[in-house]
């Protein structure tokens, strides 16, 4: 499986959420400046993030999914009740 490589969400020096403040276009240079919030997605773990892809490559059969990760339908099952709630609560 390949790595999802995280922008960080919370501050290393006082443990407060980041948000995102600019972007900018590497091609011309542009910028866009404000206070925005990171997409719901972002604010996931890494392997909650591999999940979802899967999930969806996998047309959201969990059965399939449990097939290619070598798990049991059930482990996969409490993975997406985990993951469930984690959205709930960042949803907040």
Do not use: W
Not at 15 to 38: F, H, I
Request: net charge negative; hydrophobic share 40%.
């Amino acid at each position: 499986m390949e790595s999802i490589k995280n922008l960080p969400v919370v501050c290393p020096s006082c443990g407060a959420e980041l948000r995102v403040r600019a972007l900018a276009c590497p091609k011309c240079d542009t910028r866009v400046e404000g206070d925005y919030d990171l997409p719901l997605f972002l604010l996931l773990t890494a392997e909650e993030q591999r999940f979802v892809l899967d999930f969806v490559k996998c047309s959201g059969s969990l059965k399939e999914m449990a097939a290619q990760l070598g798990l049991s339908y059930p482990t996969v099952r409490n993975r997406l009740d985990d993951l469930i709630e984690h959205l709930k609560t960042l949803e907040l």
